[in-house]
């Protein structure tokens, strides 16, 4: 089933975003990063922090709003949902393997940040040394992390067949997210709304953002149980809406 | 500007919700914009005039203004247009006389008109936040108003771009994917020397910003480049004119 889906993406235009909206953060980063250098004391974590300042507070869950769009779009053209609903797979199946599909279009995501970042920091900003390992851990965790956005924004694109209503829920729980974590209401609100819960994960030992957490066993143990919650609950909720629900 | 085209589209735009959604988007960027004037370390500095809060206020206006703008603006846009691709809206107006330029001129009139008006209650909004907070510090008027202004521009200017983009392609992927990357100039060129951020329409959230650092580190008063935003933004209207002529000379429909 997951192939199958990653088939169904494989010409997909998504692929372009999964690509240019990690480079578009590492050419920022950098250029911040360079620009401020009198500023912020040199090394790997500075420039990972300015790296995923506004890429942890919002664009990684719009894009992955869009992403979702994107991969639902097909099933609302045509008769593809009478052609899906009469194969003999359960509904939960299909939207598992569609969160699971789209999870991987993250993973790459986070695989392409984190490349260039390395190659960035090495190369064009001259750091020594290689990345430390924390920033690998911080970035996977961030596809943990973005696991319930993407159950979310996968069950609102099922539902809703306009492409451009859930990115613009997408957008409004990026403020919800942003407004939670700035208002210094962390905590259990957090690790509630899907977009902070991506934001606490990618900001985890950053140095530009005042009160983020460190890295430690603690933190990515709450941030992991939180999105396996959210992510189960969703899905099943999708689950039962796709089996109850006529889908158009 | 036919006036059934106006009427026609007033009426489309209460069956894409752009009203709800124009609403709660200007709630959430009030509500975050002035998140911190409530915050008990900002309440000391409401009275002093060297912590500067009312600039404090806008300048968390500008970032989260160009944060949200251009996803809000291709939302409205793809929704809008989307309309005629799905019901087969461009061969209808054909046939009832109206041409897809027609259409797409209605379109920009209706979604500027209250996208113009959401944009002045917004920005109303945060300055009242300002003082239900209980800022004593004078209020810059002028600077405000002019931030408004050109906020309100550059909205019409990239709604022109994207109902244009939205119209050529029924892929509605394309619009937002456009708009989202657009976001990120956005925020990014308010970091970056103003000719990045006058480079592409996007940029231009962050080319309008009243506030820069000053020399000792603080919020200082700038003048954006008008020079260079004002031929730009009228050279894009003027595309558009030139696009929707296009349109309405199209055998088939735009995209």
Redesign the interface.
């Known amino acids: 089933m997951i192939l199958a889906e990653l088939v169904k993406l494989r010409r997909s235009?998504?692929w372009?975003?999964a690509l240019?909206?990690p480079v578009?953060?590492v050419t920022?980063g950098a250029?911040?990063y360079a620009?401020n250098r009198s500023m912020l004391s040199s090394g790997w974590a500075p420039f990972w922090s300015q790296v995923v300042l506004?890429y942890g507070l919002?664009?990684l869950s719009?894009?992955v709003a869009?992403l979702a769009?994107?991969a639902w779009?097909m099933e609302h053209r045509g008769h593809n949902w009478n052609l899906l609903m009469s194969t003999p797979i359960r509904p939960a199946a299909i939207v598992g393997a569609k969160i699971a599909a789209l999870a991987l279009v993250v993973a790459f995501m986070q695989l392409v940040l984190l490349v260039l970042v390395a190659v960035v920091g090495r190369l064009v900003l001259g750091l020594e040394g290689m990345p430390p390992w924390e920033q690998a851990a911080v970035a996977g965790l961030a596809v943990v992390a973005a696991t319930p956005v993407i159950a979310v924004q996968s069950l609102l694109s099922m539902s809703i067949r306009?492409?451009?209503?859930p990115?613009?829920l997408g957008?409004?729980g990026c403020?919800?997210g942003?407004?939670v974590l700035?208002?210094?209401g962390g905590g259990v609100l957090s690790h509630l709304v899907p977009q902070a819960l991506v934001s606490s994960a990618l900001f985890l030992g950053n140095t530009a953002v005042a009160d983020s957490a460190s890295l430690d066993p603690g933190a990515v143990g709450t941030i992991v149980a939180a999105a396996g919650a959210l992510t189960a609950a969703v899905w099943a909720l999708s689950a039962v809406l796709l089996a109850r629900r006529e889908m158009r | 500007m036919n006036r059934t085209a106006v009427a026609v589209e007033l009426r489309k735009t209460r069956r894409a919700r752009v009203v709800p959604?124009l609403a709660?988007?200007v709630i959430?960027?009030v509500?975050?914009s002035s998140?911190?004037l409530f915050?008990d370390s900002m309440r000391a500095d409401l009275s002093d005039p060297s912590a500067q809060p009312w600039e404090q206020l806008l300048l968390n206006h500008v970032v989260v203004a160009a944060?949200?703008s251009p996803?809000?603006v291709?939302?409205l846009a793809?929704?809008q247009v989307?309309i005629e691709h799905q019901g087969q809206g461009w061969t209808l107006a054909r046939v009832c006389g109206l041409g897809p330029g027609q259409l797409c001129r209605a379109k920009a009139l209706v979604l500027g008109a209250v996208l113009t008006l959401a944009v002045a209650v917004q920005s109303a909004l945060v300055a009242g936040a300002g003082l239900l907070a209980g800022v004593e510090v004078a209020f810059p008027a002028g600077m405000w108003a002019r931030y408004t202004l050109t906020l309100a521009l550059v909205n019409l200017v990239v709604l022109f771009l994207h109902l244009w983009l939205a119209a050529r392609v029924d892929?509605?992927?394309?619009?937002?994917?456009v708009g989202?990357?657009g976001?990120?100039?956005a925020?990014?060129a308010l970091?970056?020397p103003a000719w990045v951020a006058l480079a592409l329409p996007w940029g231009h959230y962050a080319a309008i910003s009243p506030l820069g650092t000053g020399p000792d580190g603080g919020l200082a008063a700038v003048t954006p480049a008008y020079g260079v935003l004002v031929p730009y933004l009228s050279a894009v209207v003027v595309l558009f004119a030139v696009a929707c002529r296009r349109f309405d000379r199209a055998e088939e429909g735009p995209a």
């Open positions: 235009a998504l372009l975003v240019v909206l578009l953060t920022a250029l911040n620009g506004f919002l664009f719009m894009g869009v769009s994107a779009r306009s492409f451009a209503a990115v613009a957008l409004l403020v919800a942003a407004g700035l208002g210094g | 959604v709660v988007m959430a960027v509500a975050l998140a911190n915050s944060m949200t996803v809000v291709a939302v793809s929704r989307d892929n509605q992927f394309v619009g937002l994917g989202l990357l976001a990120f100039y925020v990014f970091l970056m």
